[in-house]
């Protein structure tokens, strides 16, 4: 095996972290995982299944910081990606396996069924082609429905629309919380995480791998590359076999609750070159989600919306469907899809660098296939390192309690035991403080304000968190025994307070 210099096979870290390269711990790890998204995670969580001394290693401070957070938060059918291909048999298997793992993991999961609308007569043939795809691969319930039957599931459907693929096993998913349960129940298991940790350089050091990060140095017998948009640069410092990456960004709007119910299932347009159009959907917590675009850029760091993107989303919106109330947008935003040249998953061990697993290219149906992704590595591994079953292992795990989900005399119960859960924090999304509490509390914690919303809703409400980040981060600093002042929206140098007012001259 051959390999190049460490500025040869790592461009950036010449330019950022050039300086002697510390051992952060003797511990010789088993596997690790860089990159803390629903890849890494799932991948960490199936892992935890047996024994082994494993590590997630993520440069951000927090699970769920990158594609994983920004998404549709779609479980998809299946019978969009192309039959035979791994991307097919990875979104098939883990829409399978969804129901069953939301219910293990308690996070929220609906399966409300999709729907691609076919505006003209003329492009039915793509619609039954899309139909025949799906059959193939396996999807079940699978229907295409006529004018009536399409009317009848979604009222809002356009008076233009001729017929739908109607897709019962398709589902919504809350992205945050699927991540944040994976990390969890892989960390309670056994499972190390490091966070603020970024992965420079992944070098062959005789018999194993050194990871390199500017926390210092850590070695393993193999490594999984789940760095999402920077998995090729990994790949490419270690293989000779170079993959590509691109950032296709989407943009996206929100709407507030008061659109609850407005469409009950995912509504798709009939897809084109650059993906699956814009879509109509509910969200688990009752908002309605429009978008998204698909822009291929250069900056992997470009989540930013743009208004051209946002005007792009708005023009094609009511396409499908009609009378979209986008003067409900509470917010908008947008993901950056780890598009592969060949856009398809690559996953398994690199031709040319024996113990180098990638999953890369994990781009759209990422989410939806992400539990299929975990179990396919985390078997893949056990059967190359022999590795023997976890007899401690526990699946399953609790979430937090939302106090709007249960009965007023349960509600009462809670109250009485806890005052804190009588006390609304989040007006908007009615968290309670004993909410944050458990959030802050629980294994892989909040630690910041986004820490807080991805794990409680916090903020994700009508006014976007104006009125209670203060309440927030007051409660952060107290549980975590820190100044106001080092609280930070999401890690780095994200500090909203810089001084007290009575301090200025
Ligand atoms: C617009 C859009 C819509 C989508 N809609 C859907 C959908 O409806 N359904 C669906 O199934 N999928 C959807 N997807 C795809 C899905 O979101 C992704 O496939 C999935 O989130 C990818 O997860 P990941 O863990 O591979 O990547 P990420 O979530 O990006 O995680 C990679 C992690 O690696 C970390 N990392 C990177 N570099 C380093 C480093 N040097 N050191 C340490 N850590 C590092 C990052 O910080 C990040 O946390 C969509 C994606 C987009 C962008």
Known sequence: MRFGTREQNCPFFIKKYRKT?????STMYDIIIIGAGVTGCSVARYLSRYQAKVCVVERADDVCCGTSKANSAIVHAGYDAAHGSLMAKMNVKGSQ?????????DFPFQQNGSLVVCMHEDDMLYLKELYENGIKNG???????????????????????????WAPTAGIVCPFTLTIALAENANTNGVDFKFNTEVTAVVRNGDHWTVQTNQGALDTNYVVNAAGLYADVFHNMVSAKKIHITPRRGDYFILDHATDGFVKHTVFQLPGKYGKGVLVAPTVHGNT??????????????????????????AKADIAIQNIPLRQTITSFAGLRAHEDHHEFIIGEAEDAPHFIDCAGIESPGLSSSPAIGMTVADLLRDKMHLQPNPKFNGVRKGIIDPKTLSLQERAELIQKDPAYGQIVCRCE????????????RPLGAKSIDGVKFRTRAGMGRCQAGFCTPRVIEILARELGVGQNEITKNGGASKL???NTKDRA
């Open 289 to 314: 989600i429009v978008g998204p675009t698909a822009v291929d850029i250069e900056d992997k760091e470009g989540t930013n919306t743009t208004l051209a993107g946002l005007d792009e989303v708005t």
């Open 430 to 441: 009615s968290v309670t403080e004993g909410q944050i509490l458990d959030a802050i509390h």
């Open 21 to 25: 390269i510390k051992r952060s711990d």
């Open 97 to 105: 396996m969804m129901p069953a793992l939301a219910k293990e993991l």
């Open 139 to 165: 999807v079940k319930g699978l229907e295409i429905v006529g004018k009536e039957r399409m009317r009848e599931l979604e009222p809002n459907v356009s008076d233009d629309a001729v017929a739908a693929l």
């Open 497 to 499: 307070i810089v001084g």
